[in-house]
């Protein structure tokens, strides 16, 4: 059993940065893929970016790639999403999620979320 606790949302304005954390329960952490998805009002929730086990491997949504970083502290039992160049369309609140593939990333556990919200 896993269980993620989201912190660092916030209000920010356009162009600035947030960055997002998530704290994991549990002894295998480091044997997770894990990975940020959000959702905006009346949207579906969509995928943000994940990252390997390892932390060798990342991947991103189109509309974030070169704005949004994400890694792993296994050592933390933490991911971190860093979030630069924000814009109001990144409004939404942002979940962590964790599973054992990358492919399955949405099946398993996931955190209560944490809003971001950037103002123009």
């Known amino acids: 059993q896993v269980q993620l606790v989201e912190s660092g949302g916030g209000l920010v304005q356009t162009g600035g940065s947030l960055r997002l954390s998530c704290a994991a329960s549990g002894r295998t952490f480091s044997s997770y893929a894990m990975g940020w998805f959000r959702q905006a009002p009346g949207e579906e929730r969509e995928f943000v970016a994940a990252i390997s086990w390892s932390g060798g491997s990342t991947y991103y949504a189109d509309s974030v790639k070169g704005r949004f970083t994400i890694s792993k502290d296994n050592a933390k039992n933490t991911v971190y999403l860093q979030m630069n160049s924000l814009k109001p369309e990144d409004t939404a609140v942002y979940y962590c999620?964790?599973?054992?593939?990358?492919?399955?990333?949405?099946?398993?556990?996931w955190g209560q979320g944490t809003q971001v919200t950037v103002s123009s």
């Open positions: 999620a964790a599973s054992r593939a990358i492919a399955t990333i949405k099946d398993d556990y």
